[in-house]
Structures are given as C-alpha cells and as structure tokens.
C-alpha cells in the first residue's frame, strides 16, 4: 500500500471563480475610494503596463469602472456649476482628459462586441467610434452590433432611453441655417409645457452603421431617397438638460400611450389607449391607411376629411369608424404613423441583412422649444 494520498484533478476552475469573485470585491472597493487624480494614475500606470496583459473580462470590468466613476464626477461638476458654487477650472479639464483616455482605451483594448453597452464618454469617443465602425465595414462589411432578440429585450427596458447620446437622423434642409429659427423636431403642446417632438435612438443603437446614411435609414425603417441630403445629430443629453427638459420614452403601446395620458389627458384617456393601442387595432389601422392613401393618390399623409371619407364606403360599424378616426389624431398629434410597430422597435430594411428588426426607437418630448442654433453654440447638439 502506498502512503501517498492523492486527491482528484480538477480544471482550476474553482479556484479560478474564487479570484475573479476576490477580484470584483477588490474593484468595488476600489471604487468606493477613487478621485480624479486616483484615475489619471492609473489609467498612466496601466498604459505603462499594457493593458493587453491584463485578462479581456477585467480590462471591460474596470475601464467600465473607471468610466462609471468618471461620469459621477462629471455630473458632481455640473451640479455644482448649475448651484453657481465655483468649480475648479483645471480639475474640469483634467476630468475631461481623463474620459477621453477611458473613451480611447475602451477602442482599442475591448472588442467592440464586448463594449456595446458602454456608451462613449465624450463626443470625441463618439467620432472615434464611427470611425472605427467604418474601418470595420470596409473590411468585413456591414454586422449588426445586436441581433434580434437582443433588440427586442432591450425595448423592454429604460437602458435605450437613458443612455447620455441619442441621434437624430433628419433631412438636411430642417437644419436651415445653422440650425436659426429650427427645433429637433415638431411642435407639440402638453401638461408639461409647450415644447417639441420627435422621434430618436440612442448613438449605441445606430453605432455599426457609420455615417452611412443609407444604413441608418434602414435601420431606422425609413426609405432611403436618392439624391436627399440627410444629416445625423448626435444630442448630449447632460448638456442638453441645462436649457431644456425632455423625456424620453421607448416606443411601445404601452409606453407611448402612458404618454399622451399623462400629457393629453381629455384627448387620450386610458379607455381609449387600450382601444387603440394594440397590435389588432394597429394592424386594421394601417391596412386602411394605406388603402385610403392609394384611393385618394397620396404618398404619405391624409387629412381628417379624405380619411373618413375612405372609411364611409368601407361598411364598417360607427363606433370602430370613430375609433379609427381617434387612431388618425393621435397619429398627427404624437406621430405613431401607419407603420408604427408598438413593440418598441423599427423594421429592418438593410439589404441581405439576416435581422428583421432594426432598432429600439425612442419617442421624446421637449418642454420648451429651443432652437437648433442654441443646442449647437451649447455643445448640446453636434453635426456629424
């Protein structure tokens, strides 16, 4: 008989569990004590080091971190500015160094499958981005940064409508000159003031596309018009706030029609949301619709008028015609066209794309009306 006692062999992987847990404890800790100057040290230190020796799963934990901690001080900083207490110049400027090295490191130490839930930092790592998305589609050509079924949780959730960078895509003569006398969207009077709307996504969500605005189009579920001019409008919502206040909610039947309760209420009561506010009701909606504009030869919109008269010699009941003709308001007042989808996300019209659905589309409301030229001279609103 042997006196050696042997145990059986195992992969690590229990062990391996326990470090990455001391590990996580470790950075919460760490966390809990940083300061500005904590990050410029060791964001110098790693780039000394190389961020590359570190495991992928820890540099994505701590530069998301650093970048979490960063946007708390920066948010300290325009509390502060806002309370007209004085701020320290130079420690603004460090901090705004410090997120554009986070923003840098994240491009180029993290997989961009692996950094899709943590927006840029600044509007330089926004162009950064794009830059690298183009870099990308001309050497592997067009993938979408979600598949469907991650688009479609996301649409469940707030995670779209907080992020700090949505994108306005738009024409480019709505832009006028430099933005004087324009706004970021329609005219819309509420509870809550008398502002503008319109619709959006967030910059993550159109991020795989570049600045190609075919892409963008489609994956927007609009038509892509040759010969158009677009522009996309990267909106910095932190900075935005400071002029004006906005909501943003994720475009669901649900959601949208809690939207026009809360701000029309004698217009759209609850009753009526749930009437109107389905995928059946919808459905009859835009069969109609579009039958009524090819009866009455138009491309896109319908007065009041020339839809209750296409729905007169449709032999429907006078209770669903009137329904049918509230559904009509609302799509002129708030903007759920035909083509509106309820489940908070649009169409996928990208060619040869596997993905169906294409993004989770925000519908916002301004409550005030600012014009474009001051969003711009703000760096609330940038041209790209």
Not at 91 to 111: E, F
Request: one cysteine or more.
């Amino acid at each position: 008989m042997s006196g050696v006692i042997s145990y059986p062999r195992t992969d690590g992987s229990g062990r391996m569990a326990r470090d990455r847990a001391r590990i996580e404890r470790l950075l919460v800790d760490i966390e809990q004590c940083l300061t500005v100057e904590h990050l410029e040290g060791i964001l110098a230190l790693i780039a000394l080091l190389g961020w590359d020796r570190l495991p992928e799963y820890l540099r994505i934990r701590y530069l998301g971190m650093l970048a979490q901690k960063s946007r708390e001080f920066e948010r300290q900083h325009r509390i502060m500015r806002e309370a007209e207490e004085v701020t320290d110049v130079l420690a603004r400027q460090k901090l705004d160094k410090v997120m554009q090295s986070i923003d840098c490191s994240l491009l180029a130490h993290c997989p961009w499958e692996t950094r899709r839930h943590q927006e840029p930092l600044t509007v330089q790592g926004v162009r950064a981005r794009i830059d690298d998305a183009r870099r990308r589609i001309e050497q592997h050509g067009y993938r979408p940064l979600f598949n469907d079924e991650e688009v479609a949780a996301l649409a469940q959730t707030d995670a779209v409508a907080q992020a700090r960078y949505k994108v306005r895509f738009m024409e480019r003569k709505y832009l006028g000159d430099y933005g004087k006398g324009q706004y970021l969207g329609a005219r819309f009077e509420g509870q809550s003031g008398q502002g503008v709307k319109y619709w959006n996504t967030s910059f993550g969500q159109i991020e795989d596309a570049d600045t190609d605005y075919r892409l963008i189009a489609h994956k927007l579920g609009l038509d892509y018009v040759e010969g158009c001019d677009y522009v996309l409008l990267v909106i910095d919502t932190e900075q935005a706030c400071t002029l004006c206040e906005s909501v943003s909610v994720s475009a669901t039947f649900e959601k949208l029609g809690e939207f026009a309760t809360h701000e029309l209420p004698a217009l759209y009561p609850v009753e009526l949301m749930d009437l109107i506010m389905n995928t059946a009701f919808q459905t009859q909606y835009r069969e109609l619709y579009l039958k009524a504009l090819a009866y009455w030869g138009e491309r896109w919109r319908l007065s009041e008028f020339q839809f209750y008269s296409f729905l007169s010699t449709q032999g429907l009941e006078p209770q669903r015609l009137i329904l049918l003709l509230e559904r009509l308001r609302m799509h002129t007042q708030i903007g759920n066209n035909h083509y509106f989808r309820g489940d908070g996300v649009t169409e996928n019209l990208i060619e040869g794309s596997h993905e169906k659905l294409g993004v989770v589309e925000l519908f916002t409301f301004e409550n005030r009306k600012v014009e474009l030229d001051a969003y711009l001279r703000a760096g609330a609103v940038h041209i790209i």
